[in-house]
């Protein structure tokens, strides 16, 4: 009998009948899974594109009319000699064939162009001099960047976040809401004794702050089995996009593949995830009460 006054006096309203500890956690979970995923599905796209940029922007094709010897010879001499040229190499007609190859098919009577690949060694500010010195030096040489491709990345990237801004904020939607109707189904469960407690001198305050607390409580619990459940997901999407990105992959190995993979994981935005969850419980489940009480007749 003491125990079940003191159980009644910790949870006057019996809120631990009303809110279930299984439905809110499970419904702010899968929340909490999804924004995850969005977020990190974001983050993990700009730094592709930050990488991808990079060697794009840093990596230029010259092309040489009619390669003959002297022209190949004369146009390396050009870019080996250029300050912002990290490298300079001539690729063979075997190799341009062969990447020619399914467009042009075995077209082995078509002269094909010289290729030069250069890597540059900093951004490509003084590629406009230098194609014309090469011009000026062989006689219908270009270079190509891959300026397009860049801004294709760019607009890629921004694309993929703009997405993932709009998956986040409609997950945010969808658990405030889903706050919103458990609060009210809590509410309207423990009538009676909400209005007991109010006529007994109990404030909105009161009562809206121990429902608060344990919407809080139960949804930061959900948020932390999502962002659990999360872990595995991201370490395996880490684990993928490991080459993508330059990464080593362990060499094959499970344990070096592993803690690659678990190092790109956003620890801390998982860590974040459970006590934003709790605040956006608090939050709305103080503005559900609020209201609610004041409808109350």
């Known amino acids: 009998m003491a125990e079940r006054r003191r159980r009644i006096s910790r949870d006057p309203l019996g809120l631990r009948r009303a809110l279930s500890d299984r439905l809110l956690p499970g419904l702010v979970g899968a929340m909490a899974l999804l924004a995850t995923l969005a977020l990190a599905g974001a983050q993990g796209a700009d730094r592709l594109a930050d990488r991808w940029q990079a060697g794009a922007a840093a990596a230029v094709t010259a092309q040489v009319p009619d390669p003959t010897r002297e022209r190949m010879a004369a146009a390396m001499a050009v870019l080996q000699g250029e300050r912002g040229v990290a490298s300079a ?132 619990l959900g948020a932390l089995g999502g962002a659990a ?14 080459p993508l990105s330059g990464g080593e992959a ?18 801390a935005m998982l860590a974040a995830l459970p006590p934003v969850a709790a605040l956006i419980g608090w939050g709305t489940a103080q503005a559900t009460v609020h209201r609610w009480l004041r409808n109350m007749p």
Do not use: K
């Open 250 to 267: 362990g060499g094959g190995a499970l344990p070096g593949a592993l803690s690659g993979a678990l190092a790109e994981v956003p620890w």
């Open 229 to 242: 459940v999360a872990v595995p997901a991201l370490a395996a999407l880490s684990g993928l996009a490991l």
């Open 89 to 220: 190499t001539a690729v063979g007609p075997e190799r341009v064939a062969e990447l020619l190859r399914p467009w042009l098919g075995e077209a082995s009577s078509l002269i094909l162009p010289g290729v030069i690949e250069l890597h540059l060694a900093g951004v490509p500010e003084g590629l406009g001099r230098l194609a014309a010195r090469l011009a000026e030096a062989v006689p219908g040489a270009e270079l190509e960047s891959h300026g397009l491709w860049v801004a294709r990345l760019s607009a890629l990237a921004r694309s993929v976040q703009g997405v993932a801004l709009a998956v986040l904020v409609l997950v945010a939607g969808v658990a405030v809401a889903v706050v919103a109707v458990a609060t009210r189904a809590g509410l309207a469960a423990r009538r009676e004794a909400i209005g007991v407690l109010h006529d007994l001198g109990a404030t909105d305050r009161s009562i809206a702050g121990r429902f608060a607390r344990r919407v809080a409580m139960l949804a930061g």
